[in-house]
């Protein structure tokens, strides 16, 4: 299923105030394939074109038949586009005053018409008139107020609608997790951003205006708008990307009534991302938007915000692509914890859940986040987590990769975290004291070698007779490894020599 069918799924379950018509099958599968034909208002975008209904009994004769009358309706698509193209509209200068916001929709109706920029040959005299048309338009509703009127909204979401919402390319990644470069040089640029970026301006100005009043705009921005919106935060194309940012903040910003279903849509993008695909363009710009929202939450924080936390964004972590996205991703957690720091408990538990065991990469940026969290954490909350905490840290330490041990060891030249620390020595010492001395005679790394020095000197300072106490048990504990592996190590022998024989 897709995004905007499984989103659009959720938005019935939850009561959602669009309602879909019981059409035929056919016309349902035109109107999703077509978002453009239809909006609101019932005005009729050219560039629509409708199916075939009902079933084909014969299907080779069937199937000539529907391509013979797609074919005719392309043509006298494209009739038509060329028909209206042919006779330029005045420009706003041009025409009278009363007659300027006619002429408004007019201008409206013509951007309504799509081009094909694969080709860069074809259409380029009406291809420049619609840029042209475009940037009237923007220019036009820039010089003074009064533009987005009741009257024109229906006509306004009909072209953005026409121009915006489309199936968007195929992504040049397979769908083998191993072929996600995370170093791909090159995004793919979107052919039409000539006219692309001019309609998202437009759209831009539409939303964050005086004039548009969200109670009449809500029933054309409404959430199926949103839903196709968020759709198109899977362009690989990072221009649009931000314009798409931008905006969708400001929808959030301007209607209230569609915030909690922008919030629910955003979650099911981050569960089909995380549970299914694990492909996705959009990823750092929704957690972008999600960051400024979440610095805006009220105190105390609701149950829904929590459960956000952990069932949304802490799975984020899993993903093999996690460092594309992963700075948005830890500023929105700390913001969490920074608003209640009771929440560092489970977002501890979070990371450790979620960490990676062969990805060194992945190990590095967890241990940021971990320090980031931990600076945030009371000593109560930290204290509920040193186990399973320090655990994992003593494996970081003795890392056979330098930079995981390296910046597992730089988590002391935190004084915050030190201090946590020295509260809570004696659980955190019988952890780190083995590989911190497992390091200072073994690791092959001067680096981690020296800061391992520097660490032990710093637990001997704090408490030198629990840290004789624990390097005493280590080496009690070492010496007895020691003894069972000889043995394990003389049983062989033993029956390597009874094999012989």
Known sequence: MSTAGLLRSMKAKLGGNTAKSKNSSAEANDKDASPGAQTQSGFFSPTSTSGMSGGAPFGTLAGTGAGQHRNSQQNSSREAMLQAYKDPLPSFRDAPAGDRQDLFIRKLHLCTYTFDFTDPTLDLKEKEIKRATLQELVDYINSSNGKFTEVASPHIVGMLTANLFRALPPSRHSSSQESYDLDEEEPNLESSWPHLSIVYEFLLRYVVSSDTDAKVAKRYVDQEFVVKLLDLFDSEDP???????????????????????????????????????????????????????????????????KQFLTRALMPLHKPKCLPLYHQQLSYCVTQFVEKDPRLAEPVIRGLLRFWPATNSHKEVLFLGELEEVLELTQSEEFGRVVGPLFRRIAQCLTSCHFQVGERSLFLWNNEYIVQLVSLHRAAVLPLVVGALEHNAKHHWNPAVHNLSLNVRKMFQEMDAALYEECRRRYEETEAKRAEVEAQRHQSWQVLETKAKR
């Open 239 to 305: 221009r649009e990307r931000d314009y798409l940012k931008t905006i969708l903040h400001r929808i959030y910003g301007k209607f209230m009534v569609h915030r909690p279903f922008i919030r629910r849509a955003i979650n099911y993008v981050f569960y089909r991302f995380v549970y299914e695909t694990e492909r996705h363009n959009g990823i750092a710009e929704l957690l972008e938007i999600l960051g400024s929202i979440i610095n805006g939450f009220a105190l105390p924080l609701k149950d829904e915000h």
